[in-house]
C-alpha cells in the first residue's frame, strides 16, 4: 500500500491477486469483515465483505478489476456482477478497479437504487492514500 500511495502508477504492476488483497485491506480499514475467495472458480465475486447497521449484516460481493491505465469497465462487468448478487439474494455489490467505469456501466449501476456501487481508479487511489495515511506509513 506504501508504493501505491507514494506512486499510483505502482497499481498496475501488481498481480489481479496482490490487488483483490489490497481492497480487502480498504475494506477492513472501513470496518467490514471479509473472506477473499479462491483465486480460480470464484463464481465472480473475489471478496466477500459484511459489514453490520443497526446490529444487523450486511453482506457485499466484491468483484476486483485490475486492468490497464487505459481500460475500460463496459456494462457487461456490472450486468453480470449484478446477476449473481440477484441470483444467491445478497444485499449490495461493489465492483472495484484500476481502471474507468464506461457511462453505460455508471448508468445501470445508478439505476440500481443503492444495491450496487463502483469504485475506480480515482476513488480507490484516494481510499488508498487515506489507508496509508490512517497507518502512518506516508
Known amino acids: 500500500i506504501v508504493d501505491i500511495a507514494e506512486n499510483y502508477d505502482r497499481i498496475y504492476d501488481i498481480s489481479s491477486r496482490e490487488f483483490e488483497e489490497i ?3 480498504l475494506l477492513q480499514d472501513k ?4 473472506r477473499l475467495t479462491p483465486k480460480t472458480r470464484d463464481g465472480g465475486v473475489d471478496i466477500i465483505a459484511i459489514k453490520y447497521e443497526i446490529g444487523k ?4 460481493y466484491v468483484e476486483c478489476k485490475r486492468v490497464g491505465r487505459k481500460k475500460s ?5 456490472v450486468r453480470s456482477l449484478f446477476g449473481v448478487q440477484m441470483a444467491d439474494r445478497i444485499n449490495k455489490s461493489l465492483l472495484v478497479t484500476t ?14 437504487n443503492m444495491m450496487m456501487s463502483v469504485i475506480d481508479t480515482d476513488e480507490i487511489h484516494k481510499l488508498i492514500r487515506q489507508s496509508a495515511l490512517k497507518r502512518g506509513i506516508i
Open 73 to 77: 469497465i463496459g456494462i457487461n462487468i
Open 57 to 60: 449484516p450486511v453482506c457485499f
Open 23 to 25: 481492497v480487502e485491506r
Open 99 to 112: 481502471g474507468r467505469i464506461t457511462h453505460d456501466a455508471r448508468r445501470f449501476v445508478d439505476g440500481q
Open 31 to 34: 470496518g467490514f469483515e471479509t
